[in-house]
């Protein structure tokens, strides 16, 4: 059974530090890993994918590193801003097998804040 | 834009009442689901549907129902809530199962039960 751990649970950084944030992750057979954003009492707003045959993914400041060997993947965030204070999600997709079919697993996040 | 629609936000009903959660989605993709996420937990998956074939997850309750009655559209139906089905609804849409089935997300509906 796929397990998604996120260590650690809340994190508080003062403005313009990088932000590390660690997924890990019990089986290696997955498609892809996904990080999400969730602001409070809002819905997930997709980062970053990283399919499984990729060891990092860029947008922006953000950057996300894939070790499927490993179980592990990091989102960094450079000069962390106030606006980047949420909660960051990762979701791993398992291979598709008669009952998984994929579907994604999470993580129960890291809660970030970055103060000014 | 092309997007995903939950009405309403914020939903109060009374213990025992049945609730109906409406997901719309622009995006014209053939998957819809509905996840349950509880305080500082990860998202649950309830059920989905791959265009109107509809997929119940094992540790579902049946007190959780969902129609779809066309692509854009799709209900999430609690019969009788409890106290423990107070939660953020989330509805989210993919093009295909997968493998590359990048997940789109709605809003949420957050769901408070007296």
């Known amino acids: 059974k796929q397990e998604v751990t996120q260590i650690p649970a809340a994190l508080s950084v003062p403005e313009g530090e990088n932000l590390v944030l660690n997924c890990s992750f019990t089986d290696s057979a997955i498609y892809n890993l996904q990080w999400f954003r969730q602001d409070p009492g809002k819905g997930l707003t997709s980062l970053l994918l990283?399919?499984?045959?990729?060891r990092e993914q860029t947008s922006g400041r953000l950057n996300a590193s894939l070790d499927k060997s490993s179980g592990r993947s990091t989102l960094y965030i450079a000069a962390s801003q106030p606006g980047d204070s949420a909660t960051y999600l990762c979701a791993v997709r398992r291979v598709g097998t008669t009952d998984s079919w994929g579907k994604l697993q999470f993580g129960a996040g890291t809660q970030v804040v970055v103060t000014p | 834009d092309a997007m995903v629609i939950q009405n309403p936000r914020y939903q109060v009903t009374q213990f025992g009442k049945p609730v109906t959660l409406s997901c719309s989605q622009t995006l014209n993709h053939n998957v819809m689901y509905w996840y349950q996420q509880k305080s500082s937990q990860a998202p649950k998956l309830l059920f989905h549907y791959y265009d109107k074939d509809f997929n119940n997850e094992a540790d579902t309750p049946d007190n959780f129902q969902s129609r779809r009655p066309n692509t854009s559209f799709c209900f999430l139906d609690i019969r009788s809530p409890g106290l423990g089905d107070a939660a953020m609804y989330l509805c989210a849409t993919s093009i295909r199962l997968y493998p590359y089935n990048e997940q789109f997300f709605g809003p949420g509906t957050r769901l408070t039960v007296l």
């Open positions: 990283i399919q499984s045959s990729q």
